[in-house]
């Protein structure tokens, strides 16, 4: 393959899979045994990750009691994940969202097949995130698509099927939209800044976001596969709307993984990489995954509310001191993401460090970076990358550098 138009090998949808009955699962879903989930309830399964109620911020309005204040606060510091409930949105949107998409997985494979996508954008129904050939795959397919800038928004590239679905995620985004403005205001004064910081910091009116639909089918064999592997989010900050009926979600707190229960009609908030950056990791980007279920399928609907990609995201001056220096140098959205993109790449070279920490002129000099950079750093991408990615570019881009400096 030389270009990211095609995929590296034919594409098997693992619904298809799933649904011809197999016992046993393909080698390709084996996950190597450090990775494989424990599916036996551990000492502390009663364990959950906060539940907040977020009566009080509605609108320009923020009534939320200090308690409550102080709740999202640790969460952010200590979990990096909480569920909100009472946010506003209403309960029958969330459930038409979550039961179109639903309905659109179980659509006639020619019907979503139109849809396919592409290595290039990611953008359209999916059933990998690599392009590495012969890579150890999850056990799910998903649907991506953009819905901010407008630049980027297609609505060709949504599904007409099921009827209505273009106007349900129209009306889905716009609402979360507003909660996630809403949420990123209180953390930033939570932060002891302005409430409009963090927005700014993002690009003020000038953001990305994109709506990531997973689809786990059933597995026969959950003990040795994912749906979807570790990783932390790349972007700003998730706003996910689980399967309140099928648990699959976990989250790395002390070492272990803790099953998050979804509360009905919660969402499930994240700190994403950026907010981290951004908060000199007062806020943490954590760790997590998905597991699956031999008995029952699974959906969730991620939402991915981003930095404008071209402004370069570095700790806020209020975040940094004398006793807590910066540990991060700046780095667009754009970078970062091809920094992913670029991870364990022929790019690395014997060090592990990336040709784009090399100088822009090795970068522009390489045709084929050069490429990468045009077609996808523009792109908002759904790639995960590994939380150890965020510390690799404190280590990397920290130190002193001829082209860059703190």
């Known amino acids: 393959m030389n270009n990211l138009h095609d995929w590296p090998e034919p594409i098997i949808r693992v ?4 649904e011809s009955g197999l016992p046993i699962i393909p080698d390709r879903y084996i996950k190597s045994p450090p990775d494989r989930p424990s599916l036996n309830p551990p000492e502390n399964s009663d364990a959950n990750i906060p539940i907040i109620d977020l009566t009080g911020l509605s609108g320009d309005e923020n ?19 909480f569920q909100v409930v009472n ?60 819905y901010l800038p407008s630049t980027l928004k297609d609505y060709n590239k949504w599904p007409s099927s099921p009827d209505s679905c273009r106007e349900v995620i129209d ?47 059933k597995c026969p064999q959950p003990d040795l596969a994912l749906g979807l592997s570790s990783h932390s989010d790349p972007g700003g900050l998730t706003l996910l709307l689980p399967d309140h009926k099928v648990p699959g979600l976990q989250v790395r ?21 950026q907010i981290q950056v951004l908060s000199n990791a007062n806020y943490k980007s954590v ?18 509310y981003n930095p404008k990609s071209d402004i370069p995201i570095k ?51 390489n045709p084929i970076l050069r490429d990468l950079v045009g077609d996808l750093a523009r792109q908002i991408l759904p790639q995960p990358t590994h939380y150890l990615l965020l510390e690799r570019r404190q280590r990397v881009y920290h130190r002193p550098h001829p082209h860059r400096r703190l």
């Open 15 to 18: 619904q298809s899979l799933s």
């Open 63 to 81: 009534n939320l009691p200090v308690s409550t204040l102080d709740q999202i606060s640790l969460a952010c510091r200590d979990w990096g994940f």
């Open 87 to 146: 946010h506003g949105i209403s309960p029958e949107l969330m459930d038409r969202a979550r039961e179109t998409w639903r309905s659109f997985f179980h659509l006639p494979m020619e019907i979503k097949q139109a849809y396919a996508n592409s290595p290039k954008t990611y953008e359209g129904y999916g059933s990998r995130l690599g392009i590495e050939k012969g890579a150890i795959l999850d056990w799910s397919d998903y649907y991506f698509l953009h």
């Open 171 to 217: 009306e889905y985004g716009k609402e979360l939209v507003k909660l996630c403005g809403r949420i990123m205001k209180v953390l930033s004064i939570n932060l002891g800044l302005r409430e409009d910081h963090l927005q700014n910091a993002f690009g003020g009116e000038n953001f990305g976001a994109c709506l990531r639909v997973n689809f786990y089918p």
């Open 253 to 273: 707190k002390d070492g272990k993984w803790i099953t998050v229960k979804p509360a009905r009609h919660a969402f499930i908030v994240n700190i994403g990489d």
């Open 287 to 304: 760790e997590h995954r998905v597991i699956v279920n031999s008995g029952m399928e699974r959906i969730s609907l991620a939402f991915f």
């Open 315 to 365: 700790p806020v001056e209020e975040m940094v001191s004398a006793d807590k220096p910066a540990l991060y140098s700046p780095m667009t959205f754009d970078e970062y993401r091809l920094f992913i993109r670029l991870r364990a790449s022929p790019f690395l070279d014997s060090s592990g460090h990336s040709s784009y920490e090399r100088g822009e002129e090795e970068s522009n000099a």
